[in-house]
């Protein structure tokens, strides 16, 4: 017996937070033709009208999370901080009262939440090799140590962080070491976070090696531009030299 009225809704507007400070200011143009999800009871899709508004209406009773689509690689912006206006957190997902604390959007017949906002803002990102650290002072030939190199993200927006070490013959790569994702590739360890890192973040990619002979040259921290282009390219990269025996 369904009919048109019953059923939960979840409305809002997508729009361009051009100031950055989370609020849907009345000079600030809405996005037109941004897809929605919403996801629970299956996974149903809706584009934002010519207004900027979505609406998903008849929710069946449940559990229910939105995801607002990834804008990185149409235009360059990135989901605007949570907390006001936008209730989709910063990396796109939506849940109960746009606090991920919350958990999943109860939905019942008589929900009608019509404010359901999310904001976008022009990323600005600045992946930066941050620092080298090497475990052991004065290392002679046969020390096994550990190398790491940091990079961080100082931009306005998460990103895929990476990091690339680099290490000079003679320092044989026993395993990678660090808390980023990654994989050892002759003498150079390979790190990547697929999923984004929010601003602020540093982390490491390293290796434990052993000197199997004299050294004589540089270790190398480098950072490459993920899903946004990078504001600053020339704080990238970081070397430092090393020399054993
Ligand atoms: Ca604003
Ligand atoms: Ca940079």
Known sequence: MASADQ???????????VNEDG???????????????????GDIYVNSGDDGR???TNIAEGDYTLR????????????THPGRDSKFDEYGAGYAAGDPNQGPIHVTEKTRIDDYDSGFLDARVDLHAVQIIVTKQNPQVGDVFEIYGSVGNSGNAPEQLNGTLTLPEGLTILDRAGGMPSYVQGQQV????????F??????????VRVDKPVNGEIKIETFRGVFPDVNPGNNVLTQPISIG
């Not at 390979?190 to 890192?197: H, K, L, P, V």
């Not at 601003?199 to 434990?208: I, L, Q, S, W």
Request: charged fraction near 20%.
């Open 199 to 208: 601003a602020g973040d540093v982390e490491f990619v390293g290796a434990t």
């Open 54 to 56: 979505y609406c998903f």
């Open 68 to 79: 607002s689509n990834d804008r990185s690689l149409l235009d360059q912006t990135s989901w």
């Open 23 to 41: 609020v849907r200011d009345a000079n600030e143009p809405v996005i037109p033709n941004h897809l929605v999800g919403l996801h629970g009871n």
């Open 7 to 17: 059923g939960g809704s979840i409305c809002g507007t997508v729009w361009h937070d």
């Open 190 to 197: 390979i790190g990547n976070f697929y999923e984004r890192r």
